[in-house]
């Protein structure tokens, strides 16, 4: 097992090192929502990897929500994160940086933590990737809009973010239940949750029914202006008000209140710099710890605690994460112990530490020796307590359920696979994927409709993309895109016959990301096999991809180079470092400008444009400005998995004044 603690002293790590940390802990929030560190360490993380690799695609690629839309919607300028600051003095020296006298006036305002969202023409989207949004406006019956003096309909253009009020979650959302029955776990799940639904009709029910709507707030309903000169010492009372408001926020944002002045600032790669982000630090209370439940995940057992009800931030904590095994045993948490409850975001709460409250009178450890389902001994694998047991039931279930949401059956969840294990006598992927009408009828709550549509989506799933999965296997540091690096090199039959070393040689996999691949290629054989067996592949190596019209830029330009390849990128094209015949277009900062590149375009007879004329053509198609941040958007293609977790990174709220 590779280390993934999180080192003090991140020079330390070697960029592989680095990279291979950062995508583990992309996998415990993307993929198995369960994140270790909190989002200051994980910034820390992608500060060092900015540093060393400043073009690395994990520091250009952020993950964004998936969110179930109708669609994709343009934003007429890119939406990009907010630059960071974790304390007074850095949001100053930004500031520093940008008056123009003591008297420039600031604005500062919550810093909302849901999913940025732009309604203008009777259309919602998201921010989606900070270049195209998703059309969402197929949920504005659950939503309505909160601006000065009006809570509502969504009716008037607005910027803001889509949330779930504090209070509204705390007395409506127990009456409202996720596909599989049980409650959402905070806002900020829930909103994650509802905007990636298909279907909205039943939700719409209970959110009328409950007047459980969400909650689209106006970036500018709350809005504190101050100049320069005072932000020091109004500072704390700001913080206060504003933390004690009834919506989920993970910090404040501190802008430029001249909007001309601001946007004449420009943008870094990453960030605009008329505003900054001032994120609030955890949140950390006491409470003690009652009881410790094991559930059971796809390879292991899970343990949570339940605890004495503790507010945090607005929200009273009952279940507080373990991660594992050796974390309970590091820590030595024993149960009546008084323990340290951490909340960072809507991160899940986690222990920090734990001490006996009577050091003569410990209480007993929650470590349990025997699996609740099939009472096997459970063994220690790594930092895990696992089921070893290939009969143990609750074991089976969650590996199919794995399976099947690996595959992207979404209507099938757990409670109906194991329905299904139960009374139709389905055992594996294929027994899903043979499922008749007939079988499927037979389980409660399934009518002739419901029945053909998951049919429908199971035949959909059948047809699978080779990368999609090796994605599917769950492998630390290797979701699609890697994936489809390695299988572009060699098909599945192939690879399983490679050794470590001569994967290790492949461009960007490394010798702990092979040896993970060999491992898991044989350790879940069965399954690949039965995944070959039921569905139709297809290949990545030798398939011919279409072929994009490839783009050259020369000239300084007010962005980076990488900024303009990735929007090339999004429309389509190729970017090329150099003018050669087959090249498309050729992009110029200055047209007069003496440039071999532009010589040689000439010559060739390619096409030549100016950079604002190329942009405003792009513009020039049907868009939405939307209010999106995270540059970093373009995430991971994430498989399908995990519609319901929130996540920390892409949701934050960012650059609004365009
Ligand atoms: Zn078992």
Redesign the pocket.
């Given at each position: 097992m590779p280390d993934n603690t999180m080192p003090a002293d991140l020079t330390a790590l070697t960029l592989e090192q680095l990279v291979q940390l950062i995508e583990y802990h992309n996998r415990r929030y993307w993929e198995l929502g369960e994140p270790e560190i909190s989002d200051i360490d994980y910034d820390r993380l992608l500060r060092r990897l900015a540093e060393l690799a400043p073009q690395h695609p994990l520091v250009v690629q952020v993950h964004a929500p998936t969110v179930s839309g109708t669609g994709k919607v343009r934003h007429t300028a890119p939406m990009l994160s907010l630059d960071k600051a974790y304390s007074l003095d850095e949001v100053m020296e930004w500031a520093e940086k940008y008056i123009r006298s003591d008297r420039e006036m600031f604005r500062i305002q919550p810093k909302y933590d849901g999913i940025s969202a732009n309604f203008a023409a009777g259309i919602l989207a998201t921010r989606g990737d900070g270049v195209e949004g998703e059309n969402i406006s197929d949920k504005l019956p659950l939503i309505e809009l909160e601006t000065v003096g009006y809570r509502g309909p969504v009716n008037r253009n607005v910027r803001g973010e889509i949330i779930i009020r504090d209070d509204v979650f705390r007395d409506k959302y127990v009456h409202i239940a996720k596909k599989d029955g049980k409650p959402y776990k905070n806002p900020r799940n829930a909103v994650a949750g509802i905007m990636g639904l298909k279907e909205i009709d039943e939700l719409r029910y209970q959110i009328e029914h409950y007047h459980a709507w969400l909650t689209l707030v106006d970036y500018d309903m709350i809005s504190y202006e101050v100049p320069y000169g005072e932000i020091r010492e109004r500072w704390q009372g700001i913080v206060e008000t504003i933390e004690k408001l009834p919506y989920p926020m993970d910090g404040i944002v501190v802008k430029l209140a001249d909007q001309a002045y601001g946007l004449s600032l420009g943008y870094t790669a990453h960030h605009p710099r008329n505003q900054i982000a001032f994120k609030f630090t955890n949140i950390r209370k006491t409470s003690r710890l009652l009881q410790v439940d094991w559930s059971f995940g796809k390879n292991c057992l899970t343990p949570v605690a339940m605890i004495e009800p503790v507010d945090i931030g607005g929200i009273t904590i009952r279940h507080a994460s373990l991660h594992n095994l050796q974390n309970i045993i590091d820590k030595d948490i024993h149960i009546g112990d008084i323990i340290e409850v951490e909340r960072a975001g809507d991160v899940i709460p986690y222990i920090v530490k734990a001490e006996p409250e009577d050091p003569e009178k410990r209480g007993s450890s929650p470590i349990i020796t025997h699996?609740?389902?099939?009472?096997?001994l459970?063994v220690q694998d790594g930092p895990e307590l696992c089921?070893k047991?290939t009969d143990?039931?609750?074991?089976r279930v969650q590996r199919l359920t794995a399976a099947v949401r690996n595959i992207g059956i979404e209507r099938l969840g757990e409670p109906n696979i194991r329905r299904m294990m139960q009374t139709i006598g389905v055992k594996t992927l294929k027994d899903i994927f043979n499922l008749k009408a007939t079988d499927i009828l037979q389980l409660d709550g399934f009518k002739e409709k419901s029945a053909s549509n998951l049919l429908k989506e199971i035949k959909a799933a059948s047809q699978v993309n080779d990368f999609q999965l090796i994605a599917a296997l769950n492998i630390q540091g290797i979701g699609p895109n890697i994936a489809r690096q390695i299988l572009s090199e060699y098909t599945i039959q192939e690879l399983r016959g490679k050794t470590v070393e001569e994967l290790s040689n492949l461009y960007g996999i490394g010798p702990e990301r092979a040896k993970a691949l060999v491992q898991e290629l044989q350790s879940q054989g069965d399954f690949i096999d039965e995944m070959l067996n039921c569905v139709t592949l297809s290949q990545t190596k030798g398939a011919v991809t279409e072929k994009r019209p490839a783009i050259c830029f020369t000239g300084k330009m007010p962005e980076k180079r990488g900024y303009y390849e990735e929007l090339a990128r999004r429309h389509g094209y190729e970017p090329a470092d150099s003018v050669t015949s087959g090249l498309a277009l050729l992009i110029a900062a200055d047209l007069a400008e003496n440039s071999s590149k532009l010589a040689k375009a000439r010559k060739e007879n390619i096409k030549i444009m100016a950079l604002e004329e190329w942009l405003s053509s792009l513009n020039d198609k049907p868009s939405v400005s939307a209010p999106d941040n995270d540059l970093f958007a373009s995430a991971q293609e994430k498989s399908k998995p995990g519609k319901e977790t929130g996540n920390e990174f892409g949701m934050d709220q960012g650059s609004f004044d365009f």
């Open positions: 699996c609740p389902c099939c009472e096997s459970l089921c047991n143990c039931f609750e074991t």
